[in-house]
Antibody, heavy 117, light 108 residues
Framework: QVQLVESGGGVVQPGRSLRLSCAAS????????MQWVRQAPGKGLDWVAL????????KYADSVKGRFTISRDNSKNTLYLQMNSLRVEDTAVYYC??????????WGQGTLVTVNS | EIVLTQSPGTLSLSPGERATLSCRAS???????LAWHQQKPGQAPRLLIY???RRATGIPDRFSGSGSGTDFTLTISRLEPEDFAVYYC?????????FGQGTKVEIK
């Protein structure tokens, strides 16, 4: 079955960097668009970024453009999110998600990122 | 950016009742690339409906989606205890992809 397991979350100070990983299994990773979605505490879902199957095409929310970078390693079945210049408002649970096209069809369980001093 | 507005914000109903949730888009969602996701407290979301009206794998037939263009509806024909949750619509026609703010279905 499809499994998406995020890791790399934690507490970080404003302005610092963090890299999230998502280990995928149970499907052909290289044939799937992948995405990151976040959810601030007590708030709704907020789309962050997506990457094409071959890793060439990337899309970002305006709120993270220029600070976050999505990438993938199809040989390792792993998705990444490099987060630089973190802000307090980036505090959230970050979900890895598989896309059928751009439609999310499976979600990981999420990893919590807390940005504070 | 396509803004999705969900209504109502909260729906208070009893088990066995019918729930009707609305999602309105600020511009046309092409190809009806509109999905509905359910989220229970402390859990990740899960896909219920995609392309406006197609049920995802394993989703009971009491869940149905309809609509096109800018107006979409999620209907739960008879609420079961496990259906009390927050529901989000999401469009995947244009980047940036966007979610509605959610509708909470709570027990009356």
């Amino acid at each position: 079955q499809v499994q998406l397991v995020e890791s790399g979350g934690g507490v970080v100070q404003p302005g610092r960097s963090l890299r999230l990983s998502c280990a995928a299994s149970g499907f052909t990773f290289s044939s799937s668009v992948m995405q990151w979605v976040r959810q601030a505490p007590g708030k709704g879902l907020d789309w962050v970024a997506l990457i094409s199957m071959d890793g060439i095409d990337e899309k970002y929310a305006d709120s993270v453009k220029g600070r976050f970078t999505i990438s993938r390693d199809n040989s390792k079945n792993t998705l990444y999110l490099q987060m630089n210049s973190l802000r307090v408002e980036d505090t959230a649970v970050y979900y890895c998600a598989r896309g059928a096209g751009w439609t999310i069809d499976y979600w990981g369980q999420g990893t919590l990122v807390t940005v504070n001093s | 950016e396509i803004v999705l507005t969900q209504s109502p914000g909260t729906l208070s109903l009893s088990p066995g009742e019918r729930a009707t949730l609305s999602c309105r888009a600020s511009q046309t969602v092409t190809n009806n690339y509109l999905a509905w996701h359910q989220q229970k407290p402390g859990q990740a979301p899960r896909l219920l409906i995609y392309t406006a009206s197609r049920r995802a794998t394993g989703i009971p037939d009491r869940f149905s989606g309809s609509g096109s263009g800018t107006d979409f509806t999620l209907t739960i024909s008879r609420l079961e205890p496990e259906d009390f949750a927050v529901y989000y619509c999401q469009q995947s026609s244009y980047s940036p992809l966007t979610f509605g703010q959610g509708t909470k279905v709570e027990i009356k």
